[in-house]
Structures are given as structure tokens and as C-alpha cells.
Nanobody, 124 residues
Framework: LQLVESGGGLLQPGGSLTLSCAAS????????IGWFRQAPGKEREKVSC????????YYANSVKGRFTVSRDDANGVAYLQMNDVKPEDTGVYYC??????????????????WGQGTQVTVSP
């Protein structure tokens, strides 16, 4: 399985952006998907996760109510819809696909195959 993120860019606070994570080499349906981000000088932060069944999802408190995770297994793409973005949302966003995960509304433990990341910059 290989993952490629896209959709990053420069936007102003309050704007919206949708990131995509395209899978190849294997069917995405067999994997739980996570989105992480890393800001300059900071540790990688877990942002959101969506389970294989698409019924269970997790959001970090910092993005809850603003970001929405989804997946389209038929086309092998996962999405992160980002609304009302803030400067603190700036960072490189990575998707990860794992065949095993511990996931609930208040937690997500996931590791596996990582994409190369896409840059999101929120600035006035």
C-alpha cells in the first residue's frame, strides 16, 4: 500500500480546505485511516481517524467541530475537510493507513503506512 496526500495550500483564517489521501497498491477498505499534522518545531499531532467500517471516527479537541474525516473506499481515497481554519492549523498533514487500530470517539491508536505529507499554511 502506498499513500499520497494532496490538497494542501495557503489560506486565510476562517477559510476551508479539503485534503485527500489516495491509496494505491492495495484496497483502502482493509485499513483504518488517520490524519496527523506536524508544525515547525513541534511534535507530530494526531488530528483525526476513521475506522475501516467508517462508522467510528476520532477528532482531536483542537479540531472538533471544524474538521470532518471521510473515506471513499470504492475510489481508494480518504478526505479531511477543514473548515474555519486557524493559524494554529498550520503544518504538514500526513495520512496513515493501518490494518490494526484501537479506536473510539475519544481515542485513536494507529500506525502503519504513511504518506509523504502535504503542507497547509494558514496566515492572514
Amino acid at each position: 500500500l502506498q499513500l499520497v496526500e494532496s490538497g494542501g495550500g495557503l489560506l486565510q483564517p476562517g477559510g476551508s480546505l479539503t485534503l485527500s489521501c489516495a491509496a494505491s497498491g492495495d484496497t483502502m477498505a482493509g485499513y483504518h485511516i488517520g490524519w496527523f499534522r506536524q508544525a515547525p518545531g513541534k511534535e507530530r499531532e494526531k488530528v483525526s481517524c476513521i475506522a475501516r467500517d467508517a462508522f467510528t471516527s476520532y477528532y482531536a479537541n483542537s479540531v472538533k467541530g471544524r474538521f470532518t474525516v471521510s473515506r471513499d473506499d470504492a475510489n481508494g481515497v480518504a478526505y479531511l475537510q477543514m473548515n474555519d481554519v486557524k493559524p494554529e492549523d498550520t503544518g504538514v498533514y500526513y495520512c496513515v493507513a493501518g490494518s490494526q487500530a484501537i479506536m473510539a470517539q475519544n481515542m485513536c491508536e494507529l500506525d502503519g503506512v504513511w504518506g509523504q505529507g502535504t503542507q497547509v499554511t494558514v496566515s492572514p
